[in-house]
């Protein structure tokens, strides 16, 4: 017999930015702010109070914290010690990822279930690749240090990253997000909108409907739609689209020997040039430029 198990193919992106560990005094405090990705931070030492839209939340010793973007909340060390964290924003367009890291503006991981699961581990092996850049012995300690790592090193930080994203999609899926919270998510109406239009958006990239069209059929707004969509996705429906057909260019770049103006044409882009600027924006690079990094397909 001859079998053959296969996955889907995939093609998402990941952003990893301001991945690091960090120690501040008795009294530190940052005032209010806001970042464009979602943040994921542990307490590792001591403790912290963030005032998360207007709400008060305490992080202890073990405890993990998830904000997701756009969320405003500030920092005060009111512990007797110094605080001790590891920290990083991410983004990834990957929509049931987004869906689920998105259930609420924040997400507290008390110590106790963090401490029965991966976690633990995978901070270990960040922490081990965080030294390989420290000081010698002897050196003044640093204020501050940007740590070098060889094209395998990153690569494997990116997968301790991601493992630790997938940790806390497991145990959010056994937890209750903080109580204060829960009037902030989203309900089982605005879920059945937000997957209603995702199900429209994604069954043509080429003759997707227009956000005011949907709106008109779901009988809101298309402030209203849109508003729902970005609390359910965690991106606006036109962020969707943008980032659907910028998925299937790179997959159809890197697994067809269609040519880019047919790739172009099969996306809905008005001109083969259309797409190439657009594809330069999304990614930094041309089409041909991104398929030669990938493949020795076809280059016209």
């Known amino acids: 017999m ?49 005032n998360i839209n207007g709400i008060e939340v305490s992080v202890e010793a073990g405890d993990w914290l998830l904000l997701k973007p756009g969320v405003k909340h500030s920092l005060h060390n009111t512990s007797p010690f110094h605080y001790a964290f590891f920290n990083f924003h991410f983004d990834i367009d990957d929509l049931g990822v ?89 309900s089982a109406y ?26 008109k059929q779901l009988n809101l707004s298309r402030s209203q739609l849109s508003k729902i969509f970005s609390k359910v996705y965690g991106l606006s429906p036109r962020q969707y689209l943008s980032r659907r057909k910028w998925n299937n260019a790179k997959e159809l770049l890197t697994t067809t020997n269609l040519t880019v103006y047919s790739i172009a044409e099969q996306l809905g882009f008005r001109s083969v040039n259309h797409f190439s600027r657009q594809f330069r924006r999304w990614v930094g690079v041309s089409p041909n430029q991104y398929r030669r990094s990938k493949t020795d397909g076809p280059q016209v």
Not at 13 to 31: A, D, E, M, N, R
Request: proline residues 5%.
């Open 190 to 215: 605005e879920l059945d909108i937000a997957h209603a239009v995702e199900h429209r958006l994604s069954q043509s990239l080429s003759e997707a409907p227009s956000i005011s069209e949907l709106a």
């Open 98 to 186: 987004r869906n689920r890291l998105g259930a609420a503006p924040f997400l507290i991981i008390p110590s106790s279930p963090a401490e029965e699961s991966r976690l633990p581990g995978l901070l270990q092996q960040c922490e081990a690749m965080m030294h390989k850049g420290s000081w010698k012995d002897g050196e003044a300690e640093p204020e501050s240090r940007i740590i070098e790592l060889a094209a395998h090193e990153h690569l494997a930080l990116q997968g301790y990253i991601m493992l630790i994203i997938h940790e806390v999609i497991v145990l959010a899926n056994s937890l209750d997000s903080h109580p204060d919270a829960a009037g902030q998510q989203a």
């Open 2 to 50: 001859d079998t053959l198990f296969q996955f889907h193919n995939a093609t998402s992106t990941f952003q990893l930015v301001g991945c690091h560990f960090g120690i501040k005094p008795q009294g530190w405090s940052y005032p209010k702010h806001h970042h464009h990705l979602y943040e994921l931070s542990c307490c590792m030492e001591g403790g912290i109070t963030q």
